[in-house]
């Protein structure tokens, strides 16, 4: 694998990001990986290299890049911790990371390693809306794009993302949690009635854990707080273990 730390210049400054892709010939579609809101750890350039293990230029961007270094230690994790990351998640708007979004998207361009053409866009938790609001923003840049327990989708405010979802042109994949404390009841049914209905497109809610996610990797389940990841990466999620499989474009 080829991996190393970049800077992207943005409107608002130099952002911090992690790059990788495949140590081969040739170049790379690219993926931006949006966040959850404990921020850029090992957990997550570990989950960009899996990525780009399957043929991807994966961006990794520190979207907390505006308030400084901000580094949450999860073996030693306290709860002081708690109300410091919600003010760094709260710190954010869909306006800062549409206009941030410009200049991945920019430095995703001028790499000689990423396959000129659609771009695709994972975002976790937090970065839900920031995922659907950039594939709306970004009509004809995003081919497809993923938000895995999102939140904020559905909002009551004026910038909410699903009021955005008829001007998405590419792919949309929404995975949401059986029980889910941040995730209203009246989002997946307000979501599933603003996604536009397209010949040979159906759409879904696919729920396989019995209880939701608050982020990737050291985050543990909600009913299950000390339960770690599995030897493969993935969460081990023990007797009542299920599949969750979502496709990845490419």
């Not at 995922?131 to 009551?156: D, E, Q």
């Not at 949690?177 to 009246?186: C, G, I, Q």
């Amino acid at each position: 694998m080829i991996e190393r730390d970049v800077k992207v210049t943005g409107r608002s400054g130099a952002i911090p990001s992690f790059a990788v892709c495949p140590d081969a010939p040739g170049a790379f579609p690219g993926i931006v990986l949006y966040m959850d809101a404990p921020g850029i750890r090992e957990e997550l350039r570990n989950l960009a290299r899996r990525i780009a293990k399957h043929g991807y230029f994966c961006l990794l961007p520190d979207m907390y890049y505006r308030i400084g270094t901000l580094r949450f230690d999860f073996v030693r994790r306290a709860e002081g911790m708690r109300p410091t990351m919600f003010a760094a998640m709260n710190s954010l708007t869909n306006a800062l990371v549409t206009e941030d979004t410009a200049a991945w998207l920019g430095f995703l361009d001028a790499q000689d390693k990423v396959r000129p053409g659609g771009i695709g866009c994972i975002g976790y938790c937090m970065s839900g809306r920031y995922v659907t609001t950039v594939a709306a923003r970004f009509p004809n840049r995003f081919a497809a794009s993923a938000s895995l327990y999102g939140v904020g989708i559905v909002t009551n405010a004026e910038d909410s993302p699903h009021l955005l979802i008829d001007r998405i042109k590419g792919e949309m994949y929404f995975g949401f949690a059986e029980t889910d404390e941040h995730v209203p009841a009246n989002v997946i049914p307000t979501l599933k009635s603003a996604l536009p209905v397209r010949a040979g497109e159906r759409t879904r809610d696919h729920r396989p854990w019995r209880k939701g996610l608050r982020c990737v990797g050291d985050c543990r389940r909600r009913d299950h707080p000390h339960r770690p990841l599995g030897d493969d990466g993935r969460y081990d999620r023990g007797p009542d273990r299920g599949s969750a499989d979502a496709r990845i474009w490419r």
